[in-house]
């Protein structure tokens, strides 16, 4: 084998390294995590006053998948009534699988995982407490 020959190859393979990956690169759809990233930027000092509150508590919420009961479970701490808000679950996967839920006066949620593809979720709970205090929760639970 001599040098041209070897610098042919190398060039070949280069060249459908970089077909292949950007035929690879052009199947995943160009989707932002988040739909309104733009707003949530404006908003972000009453976003962390929210985040720091909520690691204030002497307790966090939790948010796990009970297989047994067929539903994502959201038990907030013992003796806080959220009075209003929302829980948000998503995957960075894609935004179209995205789930809202309202939250209301009460302090423990279950959600029915059929709305659930199996794999990771993130889960946000943003809710105001029955005093008008306002915190956000992020986290994370497998299916």
């Known amino acids: 084998m001599n ?3 070897a ?14 990956a950007v035929i ?16 949530l930027d404006l ?4 976003h962390l006053e929210k985040k720091q509150r909520t690691g204030a508590l002497s307790a966090l919420p939790t948010v796990r998948y009970a297989a047994d009961k067929g539903a994502v479970e959201v038990v907030f701490p013992e003796g806080m009534q ?8 998503y995957r960075s ?7 809202t839920m309202p939250l209301s006066n009460s302090s423990a949620y279950s959600i029915p ?3 659930f593809a199996d794999g990771r979720w993130r889960a946000e ?5 029955t005093q008008g205090n306002t915190y956000f929760w992020e986290t994370f639970f497998v299916k």
């Open 3 to 5: 040098w041209g020959t």
């Open 7 to 20: 610098i042919v190859i190398f060039f070949s393979f280069f060249a459908i390294s970089m077909v292949s």
């Open 24 to 39: 690879a690169t052009t199947r995943h759809p160009p989707q932002m995590v988040q739909k309104d990233y733009y707003a």
């Open 43 to 46: 908003n972000y000092q009453a």
């Open 82 to 89: 959220v009075r209003d808000g929302q829980i948000k679950c």
């Open 93 to 99: 996967v894609t935004t179209r699988d995205d789930v």
């Open 113 to 115: 995982a059929a709305h």
């Open 125 to 129: 709970l943003d809710w105001t407490d």
